[in-house]
């Protein structure tokens, strides 16, 4: 069974003039349907102001949709009794990470999920050090979250929602507002957990090179799902990623300019390497 | 100069001190401000200073990290020893043009510095040696009674631990806005109060609308993180006396005792 | 003309504390009108705290910065209007917007300047179609616009005290690729009308690759490397021992010389990668310089 099952949900935001009256509606899900399996790594894009990132916060309950179906793990979304049972097996990181981090020590705040849970003190420690480790950042447990670089702060965060033993994670663009090396950092963190602890990984974004290695792609566009299927099959069509505002790898955009040219290369090229062995093939077959 | 502000940061070192559960620091500092205002008398400054350096001997958090901090009271204190030197009547000490001096005034100037600068040090070491969350979990307990008056005291200690989070960002943040708007031409400092009012709001209007955006952030990823007020919650850190903390209790009662006994001698 | 120079310049936080931080090193610089510069470096190398000291916001430890060939830190010299002379536009809108309208907004640098209410509605007028804000956002607030447009306010809020030189602070983090390339398609458009000079802070070599005539690679407070593109990323392997990475294009086109295509290595866009791939092949191509690649 899918761990996360949507069928045609929908979402509007309410927009008011300074009256407070009703101006318009702004329909942010349109009839989305998402499927998720135990263990996977799945990539939502879009653009910003597409949809994905009210599409996430569906996902752990922190909105409702007023139309469709949702299951996550098993419990319907739409009833809002599950709310908390939903918000365990599906934690949630966010864009920056100061706005997340509650506590003013790093293994304090990692602490805090479990302390809402319930969980009793010897069990939180053993969480807390686990998770901490399994993002690497046992080492600066007892410091200020302050005085971290953006992507141990994300780390922590990610450790934080760990630390409540989720069977997902869901994360809503945790790497915009990261350097390239803290977008790594965070990156490399969160697909150990999945390879590793076979946690599902859901990660909203819109930097191309990071959804290469997930398992499945969707493209959201003007609140809907507009592409889906591995990357590969994604990043061949660069024409319609383009009209959907993103982009490809440079070597797929390389790639496909030179097939364009007329020269022969296998579609869906999405390394430098991989561009580099079919160039390298077809100049000694030449 | 904005980030010298050390009142409400935390200190991280390995000592005693950090280590005393946070209700005893709070009893602490609660009795050693009563006994600043206590003493009268230069046996009981002496006491009041000895207590103070010896605390923070212990604590092991730089002295003059702690003096950093007095910093950002400088002006208040020039100003109420000022109130203190000139207005205080009795007995003239020197006389400046219209300005009397008196020797009760001399004294009460001297007093008060000696105070005020006393109480900041105090207070500030209770934030340097307890982390915030230590911090408000001691409160938390210490006002447990409260909350059998309705006393919401779980949510004002949360909303106390995240402000102390918070100020350190909001106070960098503040620095960049200052000079996003000095880059465009801005002036905080010349002209008059009105105009210098007026010309704050290119700060404060973008500090305010990102402590609402930030405010509204964390709101949300504390429900994600399945938070739902302090009914059914554990601790990480669980408070629970130690034989140190009883010993704490016994220096501090002592120490207060002889405050008061002190006054009686002249 | 030589619009900047900086000799010697050295800059350290918190001098004679425990957490003193020697953030810029020895720079010397110079920088000449209407150049287009790229300024790369990761978070901590120095990039932020040097471009605050082109326009007076920090001032050195020691060394000597000259702007139009005057000393900035002689008695006497204005350098509260040098901060409209070196237009520094920061990383975040949201520090710099706070008026009721985008326009309203765009005015407060050209009035702190001492222009009249008329003539810096005038400069408004200007900097906001120099940015391609469409009209209809000027009497909008600010804090509704979207990512991209905020962007456009705040530079023309700094375009509109007519600078002699931009310098923006990673102009395009936060945005989705297409806003990043209309925001940087933007400036480069500015460049080329106004001769304005302009310095782009960026993290992404990919991006300031194809736009900047020469790039500054900073690490550790120092400048490490100073020319074009092509010739910074022919050191491709220090760039990475610094944890920096040269664009994709520049290790395929090294990884295929090495196997024995004849390719420049050198090549650093696309574009330039496309025809020199296509010439090893001996597919030459009609050439269409002008091509656009996004």
């Not at chain 1, 990470?97 to 705040?109: F, M």
């Not at chain 2, 009397?100 to 070491?125: C, D, H, P, Q, W």
Request: hydrophobic content about 40%; some cysteine.
């Amino acid at each position: 069974m899918n761990f996360i099952k949507a069928r045609k949900l929908k979402f509007e935001y309410i927009r008011r003039d300074e009256e407070g009256n009703v101006e318009g509606l702004l329909t942010a899900l349109d009839s989305v349907d998402l499927d998720v399996r135990q263990g996977e790594f799945v990539a939502i894009l879009g653009h910003n102001g597409s949809g994905k990132s009210t599409l996430a916060k569906h996902l752990n309950m922190l909105l409702q949709a007023e139309e469709g179906t949702l299951w996550v793990d098993g419990k319907d979304a739409m009833d809002g009794g599950n709310v908390w049972d939903i918000r365990k097996s599906t934690g949630m990181v966010f864009q920056n990470p100061d706005n997340q981090i509650v506590a003013s020590v790093v293994e304090e705040d990692v602490a805090f999920g479990p302390e809402n849970l319930g969980i009793p003190t010897g069990e939180i420690w053993k969480r807390v050090e686990n998770s901490l480790q399994s993002v690497g950042m046992v080492r600066y447990r007892s410091h200020s979250p302050n005085k971290l670089s953006g992507g141990q702060k994300q780390r922590v965060a990610i450790a934080g929602v760990m630390a409540m033993e989720p069977k997902c994670i869901v994360l809503d663009e945790p790497t915009a507002m990261l350097d390239p090396n803290g977008r790594r950092e965070v990156l490399e963190a969160v697909q150990a957990l999945n390879r590793e602890k076979e946690v599902t990984l859901i990660l909203i974004t819109h930097y191309m090179e990071e959804v290469v290695q997930a398992d499945k792609v969707y493209v959201m566009d003007s609140g809907k799902v507009v592409m889906q299927g591995t990357p590969r099959e994604i990043f061949s069509q660069v024409d319609r990623l383009k009209k959907y505002r993103l982009d490809v790898p440079q070597a797929t955009l390389l790639a496909y300019e030179l097939r364009k040219a007329g020269m022969d290369l296998p579609e869906g090229i999405l390394t430098w390497q991989e561009l580099a062995e079919a160039l390298c093939s077809q100049y000694q077959a030449r | 100069m904005i980030r010298d502000i050390t009142i409400g940061q935390y200190y991280p070192a390995d000592s005693v001190i950090h280590r005393l559960d946070p209700r005893v620091k709070l009893m602490a500092v609660a009795c050693y401000l009563v006994s600043l205002f206590l003493f009268r008398n230069v046996a009981g400054l002496v006491a009041v200073t000895l207590g103070l350096a010896g605390i923070i001997r212990i604590s092991k958090v730089p002295f003059r990290y702690m003096v950093k901090g007095l910093k950002a009271i400088l002006v208040i204190l020039v100003l109420s020893t000022l109130f203190q030197l000139f207005l205080t009547p009795g007995e003239t000490l020197v006389q400046i043009w219209k300005l009397k001096v008196s020797y009760e005034g001399a004294r009460n100037a001297g007093f008060m510095i000696i105070r005020l600068t006393y109480l900041i040090l105090g207070s500030s070491l209770l934030t340097l040696t307890t982390t915030p969350n230590q911090l408000t979990d001691g409160m938390e307990k210490a006002l447990r009674p409260l909350g059998k008056l309705h006393v919401p005291v779980h949510e004002v200690t949360m909303m106390m631990s995240i402000a102390l989070r918070f100020i350190p960002i909001l106070i960098e943040e503040t620095d960049k806005i200052m000079k996003a708007q000095l880059a465009r031409g801005a002036d905080f400092e010349s002209g008059n109060l009105v105009k210098k009012a007026k010309s704050m709001l290119p700060l404060l209007i973008p500090l305010f609308v990102s402590a609402f955006r930030r405010a509204n952030d964390l709101a949300m990823a504390m429900e994600a993180r399945c938070y739902r007020g302090g009914v059914g919650r554990t601790k990480m850190k669980p408070l629970s006396y130690h034989r140190r903390d009883g010993v704490a209790y016994l220096v501090i009662g002592a120490y207060f005792l002889g405050v008061l006994l002190l006054r009686k001698v002249s | 003309m030589m619009l900047m120079i900086l000799d010697h310049v050295n800059y350290i936080y918190s001098e004679k504390t425990a957490y003193e931080i020697q953030a810029l090193k020895d720079i010397n610089l110079k920088i000449e009108d209407g150049e287009f510069i790229g300024l790369i470096g990761h978070t901590g190398s120095g990039k932020s705290t040097l471009i605050q000291h082109l326009n007076g916001l920090l001032r050195a430890t020691s060394g000597s910065i000259y702007f139009q060939g005057q000393d900035i830190y002689d008695e006497g010299y204005n350098r509260k209007e040098l901060r409209g002379k070196v237009g520094l536009v920061f990383q975040y809108p949201e520090h710099q917007l706070f008026e009721t309208t985008v326009f309203a907004d765009v005015c407060f640098g050209p009035k702190n300047q001492g222009l009249s209410e008329k003539d810096a509605q005038m400069r408004a007028y200007t900097a906001l179609h120099e940015v391609g804000l469409p009209e209809e956002y000027w009497y909008h607030s600010p804090f509704e616009l979207s990512g991209g447009q905020k962007r456009r306010a705040a530079i023309a809020g700094v375009l509109a005290m007519k600078p002699e030189v931009l310098v923006l602070d990673e102009p395009t983090a936060g945005l989705d690729p297409k806003g990043r390339d209309e925001i940087l398609d933007q400036v480069a458009a500015l460049h080329q009308s106004t001769g304005m000079a302009v310095i782009l802070v960026s993290h992404s070599m990919e991006d300031v690759a194809k736009y900047v005539g020469r790039l500054l690679v900073m690490s550790q407070g120092s400048i490490l490397l100073d020319g074009t593109p092509r010739e910074v990323f022919r050191h491709y392997q220090e760039l990475e021992a610094i944890g920096l990475a040269a664009p994709q294009v520049t290790y395929l086109m090294h990884e295929l010389a090495q196997k024995g295509l004849a390719v420049d290595p050198d090549a650093t866009t696309l574009g330039e990668a496309k025809d020199s791939i296509l010439q090893a092949f001996g597919k030459r191509q009609r050439r269409n310089r002008q091509e656009n690649y996004d």
